[in-house]
Nanobody, 125 residues
Framework: QVQLVESGGGLVPAGGSLRVSCLASGRTFRSYAMGWFRQAPGKEREFVAVISWRAINTYYADSVKGRFTISRDNAKNTVYLQMNSLQPEDTAVYYC??????????????????WGQGTQVTVSS
């Protein structure tokens, strides 16, 4: 079992950077693959990035490749999403999610077992 809490969202100008964090609690946190999704008003939840439990594998949505970086610190039970070169199109609520079993279907929300409540990221033009 795991509980996830996101933080670090806020308002940032276009071209700026922001790092959001996901703090997890749970006895088996280190074994979870961790993903980031985002959802803008009126849109479906969109895959952003995922990292395997030992941080050997990372994958990104095409829309964020080269701009966003996912990382994790298992000792701190924390997953990060560093967002650079932000654009207004990146405005959304960002959610972290945990998957008990890593899957190639990492971009599908149903792959994940636990979700946080989200943190708002707003990029102004």
């Amino acid at each position: 079992q795991v509980q996830l809490v996101e933080s670090g969202g806020g308002l940032v100008p276009a071209g700026g950077s922001l790092r959001v964090s996901c703090l997890a609690s749970g006895r088996t946190f280190r074994s979870y693959a961790m993903g980031w999704f985002r959802q803008a008003p009126g849109k479906e939840r969109e895959f952003v990035a995922v990292i395997s439990w030992r941080a050997i594998n990372t994958y990104y949505a095409d829309s964020v490749k080269g701009r966003f970086t996912i990382s994790r610190d298992n000792a701190k039970n924390t997953v990060y999403l560093q967002m650079n070169s932000l654009q207004p199109e990146d405005t959304a609520v960002y959610y972290c999610a945990a998957a008990i079993i890593y899957s190639r279907s990492y971009s599908v929300p149903q792959t994940y077992d636990y979700w946080g409540q989200g943190t708002q990221v707003t990029v102004s033009s």
